[in-house]
């Protein structure tokens, strides 16, 4: 079965760690996305990557830091400079970035910071 | 500045009509996007319209007007399985998603 995997569903982490969230996709899709959800808000671009070994800086960054070593896998950490890290965040894939491809979703994880 | 406007929330009774509008605004356009999101899941693609018009994909149907910046998603005979939010979606000039807030739909017996 192809799709986009995200683990764990649900995360808890103490206030000041910096903790490390995963994707991974087998659709041999170029392009992966990292967004968070808030609850009243539309969802919100953290960074994407259109190929391995680069990618952009979304709309809110700060806080957050990403690789992209291998096609399938970009994995974000939310380091502890992230004022409000507890959120939903959604990782997204496309066939490609620059055209007018859908995106799928994984599952999501929830991150509460205490 | 970039912006997408939805209903927060909606009503319908099950085998009813629904219509959900969005309105938006970006630097050019790529096309509109509509997701279904069930509480605490992803979000999955209902439809894409880039071009005036309706399209038709059996119970839901979306509609685009691009010189009003307007869109709507039509749910027909509704279910009680379509209890979600539904999020409006315009690709910008750069290919990036400007993201609606979301209308939570509820359906009623």
């Known amino acids: 079965d192809g799709g986009i995997t995200q683990s764990p569903k649900y995360l808890f982490r103490k206030e000041g760690q910096n903790v490390t969230l995963s994707c991974e996709q087998n659709l041999n899709h170029d392009a992966m996305y990292w967004y968070r959800q808030d609850p009243g808000q539309g969802l919100r671009l953290i960074y994407y990557s259109q190929i391995v070994n680069d990618f952009q800086k979304g709309d809110i960054a700060e806080g957050y830091s990403v690789s992209r070593e291998k096609k399938e896998s970009f994995p974000l950490t939310v380091t502890s400079a992230q004022k409000n890290p507890t959120a939903f965040y959604l990782c997204a894939s496309s066939i490609g970035q620059g055209v007018t491809d859908t995106q799928y979703f994984g599952p999501g994880t929830r991150l509460t910071v205490l | 500045g970039q912006n997408i406007d939805q209903p927060t929330e909606m009503t319908a009774t099950e085998g009813a009509i629904v219509q959900i509008n969005c309105t938006y605004q970006t630097s050019g356009f790529n096309g509109l996007f509509w997701y279904q999101q069930h509480a605490g899941e992803a979000p999955t693609f209902l439809s894409y319209?880039?071009l005036d018009g309706l399209e038709e994909k059996g119970r839901f149907s979306s509609f685009l007007s691009r010189s009003k910046g307007y869109s709507y998603l039509l749910l027909k005979e509704l279910q009680m399985k379509d209890s979600a939010s539904y999020l409006c979606a315009a690709m910008d000039s750069n290919y990036q998603l400007i993201w609606g807030a979301g209308t939570k739909l509820i359906i009623k017996p």
């Open positions: 319209n880039v």
